[in-house]
């Protein structure tokens, strides 16, 4: 089965860096890089331990960022004892798995560390010891001496003849670690690809010792690669018809770029010479926009809603306008396979991670659920971030992690909302009545102007007027002090302000 043709649009300013992978004429995925907001994984610094937290069995390292940045035990290398100037032949004797954390670090202590996730909202950057540089088709492990093969490289006998091959293509070098995990897109390289890799992955290596050999701590030795060549890197495969770059400048550097690391890349670059912005020729810019929105849209009539908060991403499959043809469960099985599709890409298109939960609609029919199980899976295998489903609960909810490396599109492009304070939602224009109300009330008790002044929007200075005139003036006899009315356009709904004169 050949696989879907895609395309690939870079969109650069100096201000941002925006890709859009599209297939099947419609955007699957989005990538935002901001010159302020690059992202930090797979960035190495020059560490120093500022905090060790044995209650936790962790420690806060000082890397030169706003927040320290957050190292679990379990992500400590156990022989980072090696002094980090120390010489990179020298190893010390393994620590046992079991030894806790403030027996491996102490306060002071220089280490040379990685980004595995970024800073998100007052967490900082999670770290760990064992670094891994990432190349086109491998992942260099200098640390460790073993080969590991991607578990999406299927059967044995293919995982065992890499193996061996990149034995012997290691043996072949002089010296250099041996740690390397063979990525999915070298299924089908050759000996001379692999090679490029090792020689190209081992010199950035012996790069970063010697940055960090020289380096004071809290020191950046290493940048992760910028978002237009790690798209050469991670998202161009075979199904790539075109990378389009909107950009000389840019167009010029990743060509080099490519022809240097990625030379079967190099013939899908092009520079786009359109006289419209390249994003509206794909109209990526109004899929933004929808996928900022709560409610998508289905071709049958059907939508769904989706809700994102810290802890979880809920979504909601609904019938809506979509009536059937036959049944009433014919059309909730339709409806809940024509949601599976559009799920899968709303969880690429918004780079939505962690715990998701789905509510499909509710299905009485034991093989109709069995099938949209399936087809959930079979939409998500086309997923390049690892995805984990669970089966229907008792509760007929589907749930679902997606791993979190990054902010999720809505994170990255929106705020919360001054006037709800990110609710969502405001307080009606009666209950800010009622509130102003109580307010005066309490005033009333403590000082003795001789005038209480509302200021308020539009609708409850109106609200007061109207349906609400009666139970003001009430009030205004009860203290026994006039209360007069004043609009405030800047005001939102549940602003107001109560002035004694």
């Known amino acids: 089965m ?20 599209v297939a099947h004429a419609a955007v699957q995925e989005l990538h935002i890089e901001r010159s302020l907001e690059r992202g930090l994984v797979g960035n190495v610094y020059l560490g120093r331990v500022v905090r060790v937290l044995p209650g936790m069995q962790s420690a806060f390292i000082e890397i030169g960022l706003e927040r320290t940045a957050f190292l679990h035990v379990a992500d400590l ?3 980072q004892s090696i002094p ?6 020298a190893e010390a004797p393994a620590a046992p798995a079991a030894q806790p954390i403030e027996k491996l670090l102490y306060e002071g202590q220089t280490l040379m560390v990685q980004v595995l996730k970024d800073p998100i909202n007052t967490k900082g950057a999670r770290l760990t010891t064992q670094i891994s540089l990432a190349g086109r088709m491998l992942v260099h492990l200098p640390q460790d001496d073993h080969i590991g093969i991607s578990q999406k490289i299927d059967g044995a006998e293919q995982r065992a003849a890499l193996r061996e091959r990149m034995s012997a293509l290691l043996a072949a070098e002089d010296g250099g670690s041996q740690g390397f995990i063979v990525r999915t897109n070298a299924e089908d390289a050759s000996d001379a690809e692999l090679a490029e890799d090792i020689a190209y992955l081992r010199k950035t290596w012996r790069a970063i010792q010697q940055r960090a050999h020289d380096a004071a701590p809290s020191t950046l030795v290493y940048q992760e690669l910028s ?17 389009q770059i909107d950009s000389r400048e840019n167009f010029e550097l990743l060509q080099a770029f490519a022809a240097e690391y990625m030379p079967r890349v190099s013939d899908r670059l092009q520079l786009y010479r359109g006289e419209r912005p390249l994003f509206e020729t794909a109209n990526v810019d109004e899929e933004i926009e929808r996928a900022l929105g709560r409610r998508v849209d289905l071709k049958s009539g059907g939508y769904l809603i989706i809700d994102q908060t810290e802890a979880m991403t809920t979504i909601d499959v609904n019938t809506g306008g979509f009536v059937g043809a036959r049944n009433f469960d014919d ?19 918004r780079n939505l991670g962690g715990i998701i939960i789905i509510d499909f609609i509710d299905m009485h029919n034991a093989q109709h659920r069995a099938a949209v199980l399936d087809e959930l899976r079979k939409s998500l295998a086309r997923d390049k971030v690892k995805v984990t489903v669970s089966g229907f609960s008792q509760l007929g909810l589907v749930e679902l992690t997606r791993k979190r490396t990054r ?4 994170h990255m492009l929106l705020e919360p909302c001054p006037t709800c304070g990110g609710l969502g939602q405001v307080k009606t224009a009666r209950t800010v009545c009622y509130e102003i109300l109580r307010e005066i009330l ?8 001789r005038e209480f002044r509302i200021v308020g929007a539009a609708d409850v200075i109106d609200l007061f007027l109207e349906e609400e005139s009666q139970h003001l003036a009430s009030l205004s006899d009860f203290i026994g002090k006039p209360v007069s009315l004043q609009v405030e356009p800047a005001f939102s709904q549940q602003q107001y302000d109560i002035v004694l004169t």
């Open 407 to 410: 902010d999720s599109l809505a």
């Open 442 to 449: 309490r005033e009333a008790k403590q000082f003795n102007p």
């Open 227 to 243: 978002l237009a060549q790690r798209v050469l890197r991670d998202l161009v495969s075979d199904a790539t018809r075109s990378v």
């Open 2 to 21: 050949n696989p879907t043709p895609e395309d690939i649009l870079i969109n650069i300013t100096p201000q941002e860096t925006r890709v859009a992978l």
């Open 84 to 89: 980090v100037n120390a010489d990179a032949s």
């Open 331 to 349: 059309t909730i099985y339709r409806t809940n396979l024509e949601a599976t599709q559009a799920i899968a890409r709303q969880l690429r298109l």
């Open 77 to 79: 290398w156990q022989r």
